[in-house]
T-cell receptor
Framework: QKEVEQNSGPLSVPEGAIASLNCTYS??????FFWYRQYSGKSPELIMS????GDKEDGRFTAQLNKASQYVSLLIRDSQPSDSATYLC????????????FGQGTRLTINP | DGGITQSPKYLFRKEGQNVTLSCEQN?????MYWYRQDPGQGLRLIYY???????QKGDIAEGYSVSREKKESFPLTVTSAQKNPTAFYLC????????????FGDGTRLSIL
């Protein structure tokens, strides 16, 4: 099992709908979780951090964390074409050497 | 403005040549990282440093070298031993606390002439 796993997509969502991006991780004791957005040809940009079970909202973005299921997700409400990008899930793994591990990313396309 | 500056933006390497990518940060971060990203792929860790004058190999260190003589600077040298250097290189930094995210520079795109 990969340490951090995402569906590579592409995920296609109509404009104005909710985009749902999912990520699972292998380390049961991980405490820190992040979502990055990467536009084509650009570097990753941090958009959400979450550390506790439940939901965390920031504007149109909501991160959801379920440590029991080892699952973290990102919801984007009222999707806009400018949300079209690759979204990277990243987890600080505790077991072994503590390190930030990135998933492969999910490519999201918002269709006008 | 605080941030991470990578230079150059584009770099071309001839056969047998070593090239050095610059990464400077003024965020007062202790930890710095180098990643390689190939088209359509995820990030792969090359080297990282958590303190001045100390660094560790990541998952794909062969053919690369780094130094960390100053807190602000973490240059990466792509040596002639790296046979497939064409990629997007990303430098990142993070604060000292264990739960801190990494923040990225704008990247350097390296190609072979």
């Amino acid at each position: 099992q990969k340490e951090v796993e995402q569906n590579s997509g592409p995920l296609s969502v109509p404009e104005g709908a909710i985009a749902s991006l999912n990520c699972t991780y292998s380390d049961r004791v991980s405490q820190s979780f992040f979502w990055y957005r990467q536009y084509s040809g650009k570097s990753p940009e941090l958009i959400m951090s979450i550390y506790s079970n439940g939901d965390k909202e920031d504007g149109r973005f909501t991160a959801q964390l379920n440590k029991a299921s080892q699952y973290v997700s990102l919801l984007i409400r009222d999707s806009q074409p400018s949300d079209s990008a690759t979204y990277l899930c990243a987890v600080i793994l505790i077991q072994g050497a503590q390190k930030l591990v990135f998933g492969q990313g999910t490519r999201l396309t918002i269709n006008p | 403005d605080g941030g991470i500056t990578q230079s150059p933006k584009y770099l071309f390497r001839k056969e047998g040549q070593n090239v050095t990518l610059s990464c400077e940060q003024n965020l007062n971060h202790d930890a710095m990282y180098w990643y390689r990203q190939d088209p359509g792929q995820g990030l792969r860790l090359i080297y990282y440093s958590q303190i001045v004058n100390d660094f560790q190999k990541g998952d794909i260190a062969e053919g690369y070298s780094v130094s960390r003589e100053k807190k602000e600077s973490f240059p990466l040298t792509v040596t002639s031993a790296q046979k497939n250097p064409t990629a997007f290189y990303l430098c990142a930094s993070a604060g000292a606390q264990a739960n801190q995210p990494q923040h990225f520079g704008d990247g350097t795109r390296l190609s072979i002439l």
